[in-house]
């Protein structure tokens, strides 16, 4: 990635994706204005995000729910380099978080220190997305619990669905709500990650943690009579 035409907030420079940026938070907002949104299962996980030191983990088909519902966190969130990650990035930002750039499949590593570094700075979360930036769809990747075994921060699930919404035909079926909609927004059980956990106990957690997405997941769809599976 050319730093130069980058700057401290990891956005790019140019006018284009500022401007996409604005619009797009704006677009968001305004659509937000006419839905109503239900919380529940904040009572398990509020002590844990009230210190702000968690990774909250969302499947990539629930970005709109989630970092909505999650705004002014000043989380640190893994972005794909690519110019789509771009345009999440400058909307993330707008957002209240800093968008590290990277992904499973470009720059992951060096990503991955730089949220950890982050996250060592003082009390934030991190917002992670265990299925992006291509997938495979619901299945969590090995990163997000090598860096709750660094951090010793909590793992906290969060999902949400729509009464009303398009599902688009992309690889992850991504979500976006129609205007006055419902939303649901649920919160899954914390999940620890041991400092000395070992290669099978990790493989053991990223499976429990997987099964607890898609579990909440499959929850508030089925709430609104939708099947994604």
């Known amino acids: 990635m050319n730093t130069t035409i980058f700057n401290a907030n990891h956005l790019r420079n140019d006018m284009k994706w500022r401007l996409l940026g604005i619009i797009g938070k704006w677009l968001i907002d305004a659509l937000f204005k006419t839905i109503h949104i239900d919380i529940h299962g904040w009572d398990k996980v509020a002590p844990l995000m009230n210190s702000k030191r968690f990774l909250i983990v969302l499947w990539h088909s629930r970005m709109f729910p989630v970092c909505y519902t999650h705004k002014g966190y000043n989380g640190a969130v893994m972005v794909s380099q690519s110019e789509d990650g771009e345009i999440i ?5 707008r957002q209240g978080h800093e968008p590290i750039r990277g992904s499973s499949t470009r720059g992951g590593k060096k990503a991955l220190h730089q949220i950890v ?10 917002l992670l997305i265990p299925d992006g930036p291509q997938g495979p769809r619901c299945k969590v990747q090995h990163g997000i619990i090598r860096l709750a075994q660094l951090t010793g921060y909590p793992i906290i699930s969060v999902t949400g669905s729509f009464s009303n919404m398009k599902v688009l035909n992309s690889w992850d079926r991504f979500i976006i709500p ?3 909609s419902r939303c649901l927004l649920l919160y899954g059980n914390p999940i620890y990650v041991p400092a000395d956990a070992d290669p099978v106990l990790q493989e053991e957690i990223r499976y429990q ?7 909440i997941t499959y929850k ?6 939708h099947d994604l599976r």
């Open 178 to 180: 129609r205007p006055f």
């Open 89 to 93: 990035a400058q909307i993330i930002h």
């Open 117 to 126: 570094e982050a996250l060592k700075s003082g009390n934030r979360p991190a």
């Open 209 to 215: 943690l997987e099964c607890e997405l898609n579990r």
């Open 220 to 225: 508030v769809d089925h709430y609104f009579g």
